[in-house]
């Protein structure tokens, strides 16, 4: 199975460096778990909001779990087992603060907001300040092209090479059998780990489960995730395709359909949508005003006299170098910010915007020195 792109295009960077031991994919699978987009994800909603449960999954495990999945079938294929890891690794490094939802509530508030599109921009731009990860072309083009919210039954990579950043859906198909890989795995990684946290939340039951789709894939996480990449690996061996046989592929529709009705779309989580809404549209809002005010005057959001203003201004200057020589907008550089958000931090920055800390600390001590 070997990919129509050549090895000298799959490998190129913006910036070109030194070869080194590590190698091209393995190099970047380090520039990822080094970097503080990727140390967020362990504070962002997989699919249950800041659960009060450590064994709710998280977007960091499932980032974890997308790259094993996607190393496993390419080891299984033959194929380069790094190239998946890095670009599992790396595929939801621009998911929103509080999951889907957030994700459509940034898209109303700005116009569109596409977690695909956006993680390209963080390993291009936003990571290391302006810097950027400088990742591989095929490793760009993977976590560009996972799309996690289409289920085909079978794919075969594209053979053009494309300008990633000019992407402006999720039509487009990975350029490597292993960014194809890592499309499927995706998808392998949520549908059963999502009814595993469902059942330990008791929102469903056991026999709640369609019954034909777990008869054949298994009723528990690691039993679906095995019948599914074995599957894949059987059907795919023939090197015209990565993807499912048909009664598995039907199975894995049913149990997805499943969960759609009764997880994501269920009371539990769609009650959530309102509140999320007015704290991530209260956080553009202030956000917006307080730039427009000063810019990439820094020192001068200290006067707000809350965390939020003051981390806000440190991160304009960091960027103001990046941003002003690309000329970004000021709706894009808060929407940056709000956008790489964790969970808890989107949390507190409300509660700095309506009682600062500072507040409770001069309280505190008005109380001390007057009792």
């Known amino acids: 199975m070997e990919n129509y792109l050549s090895n000298e295009m799959l490998h190129k960077r913006a910036v070109p460096r030194q070869a080194d031991i590590r190698g091209d994919y393995f190099r970047d699978t380090t520039a990822i778990l080094h970097s503080y987009p990727f140390r967020r994800l362990k504070n962002k ?14 977007r960091i495990e499932h980032a974890f779990h997308v790259s094993t999945i996607a190393a496993a079938v390419c080891k299984g294929l033959g194929l380069d087992d790094e190239l998946a890891w890095a670009a599992g690794l790396g595929h939801d490094l621009g998911h929103a603060p509080f999951g889907h939802t957030g994700e459509r509530v940034l898209g109303e508030l700005t116009g569109e907001f596409i977690h695909e599109l956006f993680s390209l921009r963080v390993v291009d731009m936003l990571a290391g300040y302006g810097e950027g990860l400088n990742l591989t072309y095929a490793v760009r083009d993977a976590i560009v092209c996972h799309c996690g919210e289409q289920f085909e039954q079978r794919l075969t990579p594209r053979n053009t090479l494309l300008s990633l950043e000019t992407l ?8 490597t059998w292993e960014g ?13 780990r999502d009814i595993e946290d469902a059942l330990q939340l008791k929102l469903i039951k056991q026999d709640d489960l369609p019954k034909a789709a777990a008869g054949l894939l298994g009723r528990s996480n690691r039993d679906i995730i095995n019948t599914l990449v074995q599957d894949l690996i059987a059907s795919s061996r023939d090197g015209e395709y990565i993807g499912m046989s048909s009664d598995v592929y039907e199975a894995m529709i049913e149990l ?3 969960n759609y009705r009764r997880i994501y779309r269920s009371p539990m989580l769609t009650g959530y949508y309102d509140y999320f809404y007015r704290m991530i549209s209260l956080l553009d809002e202030y956000l917006m005003e307080l730039f427009d005010r000063w810019g990439f005057e820094s020192d001068e959001y200290k006067q707000e006299k809350n965390l939020l203003s003051a981390r806000f201004g440190d991160y304009v200057n960091k960027m103001k170098k990046a941003y002003t020589s690309s000329g970004e907008p000021s709706t894009q550089i808060v929407l940056d910010y709000v956008a790489g958000m964790t969970d808890t931090y989107a949390l507190a920055c409300i509660q700095e915007i309506l009682t600062p800390r500072h507040m409770h600390d001069k309280f505190n001590q008005f109380i001390l020195e007057h009792d």
């Open 45 to 58: 909603t997989q699919v249950f909001y800041a659960p009060q449960n450590d064994h709710i999954c998280t």
């Open 180 to 192: 194809v890989a890592v499309r499927f795995a995706d998808k392998i990684a949520y549908v059963g």
């Open 256 to 258: 997805k359909d499943f």
């Open 168 to 175: 402006e859906d999720r039509t487009a198909i990975p350029a």
